[in-house]
């Protein structure tokens, strides 16, 4: 497998669909899905990874990022040390460099793309679906799991530069799990109920999952030093290596926040009380009107709340905001 990435935005199968290196066996499942099994079972870590990226097609970082941990890993300069699936999420719009090209996918999992018209993005999410289902039961009870989706923010931040929103679970989050999170965010994001998204699939068969948010410059710019962290971090983890320390300029441990409401237009008449440029994590005290949704207002309850991903410009029965409060 020489380079993962161009096969994937080729379209094409490789010559071979498998094989072996130095420290694990290697297995192509399908377009942008390859699945590596370390040679030395006595020597896995106790969890199995998934490491997705490229679910939006324009946020590229984390593309990046994981074609180079697959590259190193090919070139046995790192081993493996756990299960691992690597997926590239939506290639069509990984090739045009868009978001979608026709349906957002991160609403589609978790029994949503079956209610969608006919679109590659339904395809490609009732494929990764079930790419994952079969990684995860292939796996040894009793081990791990965890999935990280490495998603890529344009919109600048009031504060914290990468944060992980976690999906809402039933059963208490693993401490290791946030702590680890922790070396590479800056604040961890709880929902408080379900939603499509990749992770909160996973996360539906009892993964410990998070989408990772990397913040860029305008046009997709990297920061570089915070991309090689993350790059390091992920191939400690995934071959056995000493878990690092977050980067001195992130606080320790990351913040927490939960998602207290969700801004949706529900209705023609619709006003947003916030500029354009509102950033994330941006802080509202209490009693500010924020939103107005026909008859029905959002006001400030809580001392401060936090809004994430503002989005004035929203169509009807899209989100416009999150809303958010730390937690103590
Ligand atoms: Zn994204």
Excluded at 4 to 16: I, R
Excluded at 23 to 42: A, M, N, R, V
Excluded at 295 to 307: A, F, G, L, P, R
Aim: aromatic content about 12%.
């Amino acid at each position: 497998m020489n380079d993962f990435l161009t096969n994937t935005l080729n379209g094409e199968q490789p010559s071979k669909l498998f094989g072996e290196t130095l420290y694990f066996h290697w297995k192509w499942i399908e377009c942008g899905i390859l699945q590596l099994t370390p040679l030395d079972s006595s020597m896995l870590v106790e969890r199995d990874c998934v490491l997705s990226a490229g679910i939006h097609g324009n946020e590229t970082c984390g593309v990046e990022i994981l074609n180079q941990l697959l590259q190193n890993l090919f070139a046995n300069t790192i081993p493996l040390k756990c299960r691992l699936l690597v997926i590239f999420g939506n290639i069509d719009a990984l090739r045009a460099n868009k978001r979608f090209l026709f349906c957002d996918m991160n609403r589609m999992f978790g029994g949503r793309w079956q209610n969608c018209a006919s679109s590659c993005e339904r395809d490609r999410a009732a494929l990764l679906e079930e790419a994952v289902v079969d990684f995860w039961n292939d796996g040894d009870d009793g081990r791990e799991r965890w999935h990280l989706d490495l998603h890529t923010t344009f919109k600048g931040s009031y504060q914290h530069t990468s944060f992980g929103i976690l999906p809402a679970r039933a059963t208490s989050w693993d401490e290791g799990f946030l702590g680890w999170l922790g070396t590479i965010v800056e604040a961890l994001v709880f929902h408080q109920s379900q939603n499509g998204t990749f992770s909160n699939f996973s996360s539906q068969f009892n993964a410990f999952s998070c989408t990772v948010e990397l913040e860029t410059g305008p046009h997709g710019k990297k920061n570089f030093y915070e991309f090689n962290h993350i790059q390091s971090e992920l191939e400690k983890l995934i071959s056995g290596g000493q878990i690092g320390k977050p980067p001195p300029d992130h606080k320790q441990p990351a913040i927490r926040y939960k998602v207290k409401h969700q801004i949706t237009r529900q209705r023609e008449e619709f006003n947003l009380y916030f500029p354009l440029n509102t950033l994330n994590f941006t802080p509202f005290t209490r009693g500010t009107l924020i939103a107005q949704d026909g008859d029905s207002n959002y006001i400030v309850q809580n001392e401060t709340e936090y809004i994430l991903f503002p989005n004035p410009a929203r169509s009807l029965g899209k989100r416009a905001g999150l809303m958010l409060v730390k937690e103590c």
